[in-house]
């Protein structure tokens, strides 16, 4: 019951934020000059006609209840306007074809650095304070440090165009899963993944070496139990309760880091179309993407809490 009602309090919440958040963005958008670039020629009236069919004019509290009303009614979130190679289309299908390469290509890099970094930060646990634990560390603090896009450009001058083992971009296609796609992904998904693995790599070593100084593992080793066994056995189990949830965090974190690497490595995804609804002042293409991304962050706030009481029974949601 307790849980039961947590959720529904965390959902209304949800509810609530999300919208907050949308009307926010919705007005400062909409409040930017409305421009038509003139060099389009033909195009820029058909644009024109576009926001006048649109109600892109009429005030900001009408445009903001139309908007809702024809989500609510009828399903509509709108046409890509001016995204030239999107013009006139639903943002809603176009976000769907480029759903499938950003998705891929945060769980390929969340699967190559989940156990890279979990492992570094066991031995760095495990070696505290010796000459491993110090390399790990302080590669830890150089990959936190330095922005994704700089191991991005590394990546393309050092593999791809020094040793050509990679192509510099993703290959064009839909042909997701085939070997040669795979493999024009890897610059990217290398890219994401330093980030994330010292991230995973810190967390792990300082919680696995806060659990194997605790009073209860040294019972255990007074029992019996050797080294190895006591910490297969209960310290890598007690330090992995707090690991799993940041899995869903840091995966959600590089779902939106991966907007300047999609651009970087010509990823066709969601990145790239929002910075190009951005630039391009496309609202309808701007607030959704905006909301997608916003309604994954607060999800993941939601899920992250309740694995706490999944993989720990002892934590109990909601309680008092």
Known sequence: ??????????????????????????????SLPLTIDASLGKDAELIRLQYEARGYYDPIPVQLWNYVVR??????????????????????????????????LNIYSTLFAVPVGIVLGILAALKKNKWQDQVI???????????????????????????????????????YFSPMMFRSMIPAVLS????????????????????????????????GLT??????????????????????????????????????????????MYLAAINSQDYDAFMFLSGFYILISLVAGIVVDLSYGIIDPRIRMGAR
Request: hydrophobic share 50%.
């Open 1 to 30: 019951m307790y849980l039961f009602k947590y959720i529904l309090r965390r959902l209304g919440l949800l509810v609530m934020t999300f919208a907050i958040i949308m009307v926010i963005s919705f007005v400062l958008i909409k």
């Open 71 to 104: 989500i609510f009614t009828k399903g509509d979130f709108g046409v890509c306007v001016n995204l030239a190679a999107y013009r006139n289309k639903p943002v809603a299908e176009v976000f769907v074809t480029k759903l499938p390469p950003t998705i891929l």
């Open 137 to 175: 560390s302080t590669g830890v603090m150089i990959f936190i440090s330095v922005p994704s896009f700089v191991y991005a450009f590394l990546v393309q001058y050092l593999l791809c165009f020094k040793a050509g083992w990679f192509p510099i971009t993703m290959n064009a296609g839909t042909n």
């Open 192 to 223: 994401l993944s330093f980030g994330s693995i010292a991230g995973y790599a810190r967390y792990t070593r300082a919680e696995l070496t806060e659990v194997l100084t605790s009073d209860y593992l040294l019972l255990a080793r007074t029992k």
């Open 227 to 272: 080294k190895a066994q006591a910490t297969v056995r209960h310290a890598l189990r007690n330090a992995m309760v707090p690991i799993f949830p940041s899995i869903v965090a840091e995966f959600i974190s590089v779902m939106s880091g991966s907007l300047i690497i999609e651009s970087i490595f010509g990823v066709p995804g969601v990145g790239g």
